[in-house]
């Protein structure tokens, strides 16, 4: 399933989305940016509640389709700039990271 199809079947909310088309394939929950790249895989799905810049690099290093920010977490401006500059997918969630992950893994 595309970054795009899953964003518009679940309700999540864009944020960044300078690779609308590319696939998702899996799904990895995590805060813990070192852990997240040593165990992230290219073209899952990255669920997480941090918000700071850190995200985007580190997604673009582990090579995720998608940043998913669970319980309504907002990222500043700053943020979004450097993802959609690193080609960083990101959406937002109000659900927990488990719920999310429950949700989007039939599709995945």
């Known amino acids: 399933m595309t970054v795009n199809a899953l964003i518009e079947k679940y309700g999540f909310s864009p944020l960044s989305l300078p690779d609308p088309d590319r696939e998702v394939k899996g799904c990895y929950i995590g805060d813990l940016?070192?852990?997240?790249?040593?165990?992230?895989?290219?073209?899952?799905?990255?669920?997480?509640?941090?918000?700071?810049?850190?995200?985007?690099?580190?997604?673009?290093?582990?090579?995720?389709?998608?940043?998913?920010?669970?319980?309504?977490?907002?990222?500043?401006?700053?943020?979004?700039?450097?993802?959609?500059?690193?080609?960083?997918?990101?959406?937002?969630?109000s659900l927990p990271a488990f719920e999310t992950a429950v949700k989007i893994s039939c599709d995945i």
């Open 33 to 93: 940016l070192s852990w997240v790249m040593g165990r992230a895989q290219a073209d899952n799905a990255w669920i997480t509640i941090m918000s700071n810049i850190n995200i985007a690099a580190v997604a673009a290093l582990s090579d995720v389709s998608l940043v998913i920010l669970a319980e309504d977490v907002t990222p500043d401006e700053n943020v979004l700039k450097t993802a959609e500059s690193k080609n960083v997918n990101i959406a937002r969630t």
